[in-house]
């Protein structure tokens, strides 16, 4: 919504990383916002989780409150 307001792309989620058993996942996603030049990780139990993570630290490096 905050990028959506400013007329700006959607970020993109890549999965980059699955370590741990079936029952115990951990997952490593990066959010990129092109449009803007950036690039964040995340990590979490779920790729949601993840990709919240990493859409949090975008908006942070943007400003966003």
């Not at 007329?7 to 993109?12: F, T």
């Not at 115990?24 to 690039?39: A, G, P, R």
């Amino acid at each position: 919504e905050y990028l959506q307001s400013f007329k700006k792309d959607l970020p993109k989620y890549d999965v980059k990383h699955v370590s741990g058993e079936a029952h115990d996942q951990t997952f490593t996603v990066v959010c990129v916002i092109e449009s803007l030049s950036v690039k964040t990780t995340g990590e979490g139990a779920s790729r949601r989780h993840a990709e919240q993570r990493a859409a949090k630290r975008a908006l942070k490096q943007l400003g966003a409150k």
